[in-house]
């Protein structure tokens, strides 16, 4: 399974745009780049998931360059709400493989 | 999105009581099902992969004769925490694979307090 490395924590003001990068160096040929938020005591919720170049959705983007060894997530205008961790997880989603989560990164967003 | 629900979302137990913690795709079904830990300020921990009409796959680490694991059907599984142990104590997550894109969709969690 493919190890990931995000930062621990990172500090925002509402209406920025946050951008935090997942490092996966090992990731296999036919893993996804997945994103999570979890808000405490909560599941972790779905954000966003893509295997190469760029994705984007209703809440964020995904950016995944040519050689797939890192991701960035970018969160464009957050608010206190987008107060959270956010998971990096690479793995295939095919039937039962199973997706492991690092640490996490625990954004911070304040008035 | 699809919905996966847990029940109870929080159960207070006493040390050496068994606990049972349903966890439900109510809108899609389910081959296969995650049973998560998550201990406070900690990332979530894999215990097992629940199959359905077969024996739970567990994660190094975690007996499988204290976390029974039991997935009958393609909406419901089970995680039954058998003679828990204050240690025991901890956020208990489920998940399930649904969507064009097989996203992995995740339950409320269950608060278990094991006194």
């Known amino acids: 399974l493919a190890k990931t490395t995000q930062p621990i924590s990172m500090d925002s003001y509402e209406g920025q745009e946050v951008n935090i990068t997942c490092s996966h160096n090992?990731?296999?040929?036919?893993?996804?780049i997945t994103w999570y938020q979890q808000f405490p005591s909560q599941g972790p919720r779905f954000i966003i998931q893509?295997?190469?170049t760029k994705v984007t959705n209703e809440v964020a983007s995904l950016f995944i360059p040519a050689d797939r060894k890192s991701s960035t997530l970018s969160l464009p205008r957050v608010s206190l709400s987008d107060t959270a961790v956010y998971y990096c997880?690479?793995?295939?989603?095919?039937?039962?493989?199973?997706?492991?989560f690092g640490t996490g990164t625990q954004l911070k967003v304040e008035l | 999105g699809a919905v996966v629900s847990q029940h109870p979302s929080r159960v207070i137990c006493k040390s050496g009581t068994s606990v049972k913690i349903e966890c439900r795709s109510l809108?899609?079904?389910?081959?296969?099902m995650f049973w998560y830990r998550q201990f406070p300020k900690q990332s979530l921990m894999l215990m097992a992969t629940?199959?359905?009409?077969?024996?739970?796959?567990?994660e190094q680490g975690v007996e499988k004769d204290k976390f029974l694991i039991n997935h009958a059907s393609l909406t419901l599984s089970t995680l039954t925490v058998t003679s828990a142990h204050p240690e025991d104590s901890s956020f208990y997550i489920c998940?399930?694979?649904?969507?064009?894109?097989?996203?992995?969709?995740f339950g409320p969690g269950t608060r278990l307090t094991v006194t």
């Open positions: 997880l690479v793995g295939f989603t095919g039937g039962g493989n199973k997706l492991t």
């Open positions: 629940s199959n359905e009409g077969s024996k739970a796959t567990y």
């Open positions: 090992n990731i296999a040929t036919n893993d996804y």
């Open positions: 998940s399930a694979r649904a969507g064009q894109i097989n996203e992995q969709y």
């Open positions: 809108d899609f079904q389910a081959t296969t």
């Open positions: 893509g295997y190469k």
